[in-house]
């Protein structure tokens, strides 16, 4: 079982006209910085403000009328998608999340109509209760990344940004579970096997950066991140994420917390763009140095919006910023 190409074009089908044709902008200030053409597709202008309900969606289409519900894990933007998609077709949706997650986008997920349940403190904790409640109630899962309808939907990313710019060099994609970054190789590799796909992720607690260096699915500590949607484990049994990233990605790269919350006051104060930490980290990894583009432009997914705002206030004002038992001191923007 994997992905191709021409299960990303049926994915495409299916989500057309709902979750598709995302602004791809240049941003001026962040091209000065890179020393060439630097792109931003905005995930953010989707309708739950993040891409995860292209997977969501591509998920849900292939499920019968007559389906019992469905149920996943999620840091929030999965849930969000899964219960969009699962309303628009009249079908039950439960969505298990940490306490980790942030309130605004339990809040978000409530709203579109999907029962919550709140488990444990990591993400692993909420992988388990989605999986108890589908044994228990019949539910179908949809993983948040491995699961190659997700994987799919995701990809119609990377069609659609190679298909806009084929002259494309690089592309930086935000990497939790890695069912984004899987998609984006697919596509974007399938088209021109010479782009180069880098992943980009938190330094603390990145499980696909750390299960790609031991070479197996590995767990890591979970902790509290201005990118929150970054965290999470892969899962010990992953089947299509992992090795898909393994074979695809070029390069995976970390940043700090500190880099992250000055990625996110550049695309503030120079794009004049709303955005969530772990929707940023491509931005920082060019502004820190950490990627040497080559051959084309640079593009990013800016990959959801949907964070607290008291934190995006402490973000763009330069306050100290709490994130968990930490406290991120305070920082004033400046280019
Ligand atoms: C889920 C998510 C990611 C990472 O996607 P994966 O497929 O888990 O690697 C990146 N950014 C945001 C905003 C997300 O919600």
């Known amino acids: 079982m994997s992905v191709t190409l021409a299960d990303i074009l ?19 200030f962040m091209s000065a910085q890179a020393g060439r053409e630097f792109l931003l597709k905005l995930e953010t202008m989707q309708p739950i403000g993040a891409f995860k309900l292209r997977g969501a969606m591509n998920a849900v289409a292939a499920l019968d009328d007559d389906a019992p519900g469905v149920a996943c894990c999620s840091t929030g933007n999965h849930g969000r998608g899964v219960a969009f998609a699962a309303a628009r077709r009249g ?17 978000g997920i409530r709203a579109l109509g999907a029962e919550v349940r709140i488990v444990g403190t990591s993400q692993d904790d909420a992988m388990a209760e989605s999986l108890r409640l589908c044994e228990a109630e019949g539910l179908l899962e949809i993983s948040p990344f491995d699961d190659p309808r997700v994987i799919a939907g995701q990809g119609t990313i990377g069609l659609e940004m190679m298909e806009a710019r084929p002259d494309l060099g690089t592309i930086l994609v935000p990497l939790s579970g890695g069912g984004l970054a899987a998609g984006v190789a697919v596509a974007a590799k399938a ?15 990145a499980a696909m950066a750390a299960s790609i260096r031991a070479g197996q699915p590995v767990e890591v500590t979970e902790h509290a991140s201005l990118a929150d949607s970054l965290g999470g484990g892969i899962g010990l049994a992953n089947r299509l994420s992992y090795p898909l990233c393994r074979d695809l990605l070029d390069d995976v790269v970390l940043v700090t917390e500190e880099e992250i919350r000055h990625a996110m006051q550049v695309l503030y104060f120079e794009d004049r763009m709303v955005a969530e930490g772990g929707a940023v980290v491509g931005l920082a990894a060019v502004l820190y140095g950490k990627v040497q583009a080559a051959g084309g ?32 001191k305070g920082r004033a923007y400046a280019a």
Not at 10 to 27: K, L, M
Not at 91 to 107: H, Y
Not at 194 to 205: D, F, K, P
Not at 315 to 326: K, S, Y
């Open 191 to 205: 088209i021109n096997p010479q782009v180069r796909v880098i992943g980009v992720t938190m330094e603390r607690g």
């Open 91 to 107: 079908l039950r949706a439960v969505v298990c999340m940490s306490r980790l997650v942030p309130e605004a986008k339990v809040e």
């Open 297 to 328: 432009p640079i593009a990013t997914i800016v990959t959801g919006r949907n964070l607290d705002m008291d934190v995006f206030t402490q973000v763009v004002t330069g306050q100290d910023v709490t994130l968990g038992d930490q406290t991120l």
């Open 10 to 28: 049926a994915a495409r089908s299916a989500i057309r006209g709902v979750a598709d044709a995302t602004p791809f902008v240049p941003s001026p």
